[in-house]
């Protein structure tokens, strides 16, 4: 589960890792605090919070002096897309007098089934152009799991990289913590770009990332409070609407609000319950349905899913394509019974198409249904 700027930041936080003063905020009153909490004089950063990288090269970032251009910026960006990711919030903060960008980043090295740490003095650019343009000027170290970083190789390690003498002590403090936050939080990625020298010496991270991996989250209980919010937004992103209902079995597929809440008061009637349901409207795409399954997959109380789609404007050929490619990209792995109507626009295509694959498929509501009670009895 990927985590926004600031959720990153309130964890770094909690590691006693430096980040400016700020405030997430989405409206006019907020603002006003963030305001008062910033001061004045370090009025401030106005930073798009996106589940994507390149909100700098989007404009999703913006440097004003005033309130009063703090609610232009705010207003300018809550509500754009980056990268398909809707904009909900901004997170504002004080502006950094700048001396220097540094990187750090821990990882796993799918290879070495280890983490490995990254560094550079050469920050505020994306790794994979530091890596092209300035191979030199990246230090690489693979941790052998150690409760700690070995005081020895870090000090190699930046002096190698020709880290001024006395940044050594903090930054090598603030890749402890950071190495500490990413074992204890189950990370598969943390980093931080830029992080900041300000022209008085200070280490400060100005933005950061955090990846936990999803099977750890029962053991991250302020982690895990994030992932209602990361789930809406990923699927926003993909134009898709996602409801979920607190409890119950079924996972819900429909085009349409109407049909979406029909599916589920049957699904009621024939004894299960609804445990989410998911609108593609504005997702029939591969992406839409693989953002889709990856959720349906990824919940545990989810037993069986029911894909009912009903189209005019919205092809059923198109819709079986885009689920059958969401289904390849699994290798496999999406076990969950599934039934599926299909009915409407080029349904006769779309129901030859999933055949072919392998798949059940009918045209009829009543026959859903009938499948559906026939997967409950066969799974029960």
Excluded at 33 to 58: H, N, P, Y
Excluded at 74 to 87: A, E, H, N, Y
Excluded at 112 to 128: H, Q, R, T
Excluded at 270 to 283: P, V
Aim: net charge negative; aromatic share 8%; proline share 3%.
């Amino acid at each position: 589960m990927n985590l926004y700027e600031y959720q990153a930041k309130e964890i770094f936080a909690k590691y006693d890792i430096p980040t400016p003063r700020g405030k997430v905020v989405d409206g006019r009153s907020d603002l006003q605090k963030a305001f008062e909490i910033i001061g004045k004089d370090k009025f401030g950063m106005v930073k798009s919070q996106v589940l994507t990288g390149g909100r700098g090269k989007a404009g999703g970032i913006k440097a004003v002096d005033t309130l009063d251009q703090g609610l232009d910026a705010m207003q300018g960006l809550i509500g754009m897309k980056i990268k398909g990711f809707p904009v909900e919030r901004v997170l504002v903060e004080e502006r950094l007098k700048i001396k220097n960008e540094y990187f750090i980043s821990i990882t796993l090295d799918p290879e070495e089934s280890l983490p490995v740490l990254l560094i550079s003095p050469k920050g505020g650019m994306d790794i994979e152009e530091v890596a092209g343009e300035y191979p030199e000027a990246i230090g690489e170290y693979v941790i052998k799991l150690q409760a700690d970083l070995p005081s020895f190789a870090m000090i190699e390690l930046v002096k190698n990289l020709g880290f001024q003498r006395q940044l050594w002590g903090d930054l090598i403090n603030i890749t402890s913590k950071l190495y500490r936050a990413f074992c204890e939080k189950e990370a598969t990625l943390i980093e931080i770009n830029p992080l900041i020298e300000t022209v008085d010496g200070k280490l400060i991270a100005a933005d950061g990332r955090l990846n936990v991996d999803d099977n750890a989250l029962f053991r991250q209980p302020d982690v895990s409070e994030y992932k209602q919010e990361f789930k809406d937004m990923v699927l926003k992103g993909k134009g898709v609407d996602y409801v979920d209902l607190d409890s119950g079995e079924v996972g819900v597929l429909c085009v349409g609000a109407g049909m979406t809440m029909l599916t589920m008061d049957l699904v009621a009637h024939l004894g299960s319950k609804a445990r989410c349901f998911l609108d593609m409207s504005h997702g029939v795409n591969p992406a839409g349905f693989k953002a889709a399954l990856d959720l349906l997959a990824s919940e545990p109380d989810i037993k069986y899913v029911l894909v009912n789609m009903f189209g005019g404007l919205t092809r059923m050929d198109e819709i079986a394509k885009s689920i059958l490619e969401a289904i390849d990209k699994f290798d496999g792995k999406f076990t969950k019974p599934m039934v599926l109507r299909l009915q409407g626009t080029n349904a006769d295509k779309g129901q030859e198409i999933m055949r072919e694959a392998g798949y059940q498929v009918c045209s009829e509501l009543e026959d859903l249904l009938d499948r559906f009670k026939e997967m409950l009895r066969e799974e029960k």
